[in-house]
């Protein structure tokens, strides 16, 4: 290990190893700093929701013999849900991606120091090894903080353990019934876990909707679908303390209500994972919302970055490949606008709910002239074949320019559509000039063909 690098990367998820790569590549020495290869994308983050999530689809499948085309035989669906069979897939993946990322760093010559890493002067960081404890002291002349997030703790009062996303697969069997505190991405995500399962499912959620960044008729419509497959969503809920009575679970609410559950799933958000990195040490300065950031996404400290969920902007995995990309070219030389606003996000549910760019009121809000044009999967062929024909794409477009503003999709192909509304609107392609396009058929972007020519045939109304 050499006593300075060019750029020292603290953390080893995505946003972490996409950077120290595309460094390397470039030609700068790079030392990545982390206890382990793979971070909480692997081990608890969108890994483990969406293996969780594909797992629970088959069971669910077979448990309730919606297999169209195969008579399932009734003993194949007496067997349980398996945790431990279940834990050694998802272990089994990460173990992957963890190689996989290995070998990224390895092929690019960066550096990799197992251990933590905290800041103990503006160009100088003190790093431990995981294996013998021992101390250095090493000099950088770029920084990236890409140290994740984590899940903060619920604050109220509590004999009961309860469940998060890296813990859920330590689960001996299936629990007759689940409160999921929290209703945005995760609690979603989860709560569809557990009622395929067979669980009873609760979503306590503090505000008056899920998915309160989402578009109000998609989260409507999202709403109206858990609750014909069960889920049921609590709203305005405040609790005030959780008690252990027996097996099960007893929250109360400050409305003097109260609500069993035998297991709770806590999903709250997550928090930028930097308060034992000793920012302040480095002149790195933070106020309520955390570590101030310009738009390059520097610190105080113009020579240390935060990337990826420890920047506090927002926790995606496609934020975290972004966020460090721009950054990586930017300690290049590199010098360009980031539009934060155009990333797509996913719900990875069935069905998919997506979104990109703007709703009305933000569009509004940013001084736009908005106009909508929606479209529903009623008749669209390749609904009819899967057997699903609730869907919705909502577009946002500008009145003036016709460019498309944002995208709320909910529905099969969800998370496929988001991603060609997202080369749209980067392209600024008008919507009216969508049709000229070819498409595939039977496919869901056949949406866009149809979604052209409603614009075209309205005009400027």
């Known amino acids: 290990m050499q006593n300075k690098y060019d750029v020292i990367v603290i953390g080893a998820g995505p946003a972490g190893v996409n950077a120290a790569t595309q460094l390397s590549n470039a030609g700068f020495s790079v030392l990545v700093v982390s206890e382990y290869i793979g971070g909480g994308y692997c081990f608890s983050g969108s890994i483990m929701s969406n293996t969780a999530l594909y797992l629970s689809y088959l069971y669910n499948k077979f448990k309730t013999r919606t297999v169209n085309f195969i008579d399932i035989p009734e003993d194949a669906v007496k067997a349980p849900f398996d945790f431990k069979k279940s834990r050694k897939y998802v272990e089994n993946i990460s173990s992957k991606i963890v190689k996989a990322f290995t070998d990224q760093l390895c092929e690019a010559g960066s550096e990799f120091f ?3 890493a905290e ?3 503006k160009d100088k960081v003190k790093i431990q090894s995981r294996e013998t ?3 250095y002291e090493v000099k950088f002349g770029k920084c990236i903080v890409a140290t994740g997030s984590y899940n903060p703790p619920l604050e109220i009062p509590s004999t009961k353990k309860f469940l998060y996303a890296n813990n859920i697969f330590n689960l001996q069997s299936v629990p007759a019934s689940v409160a999921v505190i929290g209703g945005g991405f995760v609690g979603c995500e ?9 669980c009873d499912v609760h979503i306590v959620e503090k505000t008056d909707r899920i998915l309160s960044t989402f578009d109000p008729q998609v989260t409507k419509r999202l709403e109206d679908s858990f609750k014909r497959n069960g889920i049921n969503v ?5 609790i005030v303390n959780v008690e252990k009575v027996g097996n099960k679970s007893i929250l109360f609410f400050d409305d003097d209500d109260n609500m069993e559950a035998e297991e709770i799933f806590v999903a709250i958000g997550r928090k930028p ?3 034992n990195l000793s920012l302040e040490n480095a002149g790195v300065e933070t106020d309520e919302k955390g570590v101030k950031l310009d738009q390059s996404f520097r610190t105080s400290n113009k020579n240390i970055y935060l990337v990826g969920d420890a920047s506090g902007k927002t926790m995606l995995v496609n934020w975290a490949y972004r966020s460090s990309s721009f950054v990586a070219k930017h300690i290049s030389g590199v010098q360009r606008k980031f539009k934060y606003e155009f990333m797509p996000k996913v719900l990875y549910i069935d069905p998919e709910v997506s979104s990109v760019g703007f709703t009305e009121k933000e569009a509004k809000l940013k001084g736009f002239s908005p106009l909508t044009v929606k479209y529903t999967y009623t008749n669209l062929e390749k609904s009819l074949i899967i057997g699903f024909n609730k869907g919705l794409v909502k577009v946002i477009y500008d009145r003036e320019t016709k460019k498309i503003l944002g995208a709320h999709i909910f529905g099969k192909g969800a998370s496929e559509l988001v991603t060609a509304f997202t080369l749209l609107i980067q392209s600024g392609i008008k919507i009216d000039n969508i049709s000229e396009y070819i498409f595939n058929h039977p496919t ?10 409603k614009v075209k045939t309205r005009g400027s109304k």
Do not use: D, H
């Not at 989860?190 to 067979?198: I, S, V």
């Open 114 to 116: 197992q251990g933590i």
């Open 119 to 121: 800041f103990v002067s």
């Open 133 to 135: 404890g021992k101390k």
């Open 190 to 198: 989860y709560a569809t876990f557990f009622r395929r399962l067979g």
């Open 234 to 238: 609590r709203k305005n809920a405040n």
């Open 273 to 275: 994972a930097v308060n």
């Open 444 to 453: 869901f972007a056949e949406v866009l063909n149809e979604l052209g020519n």
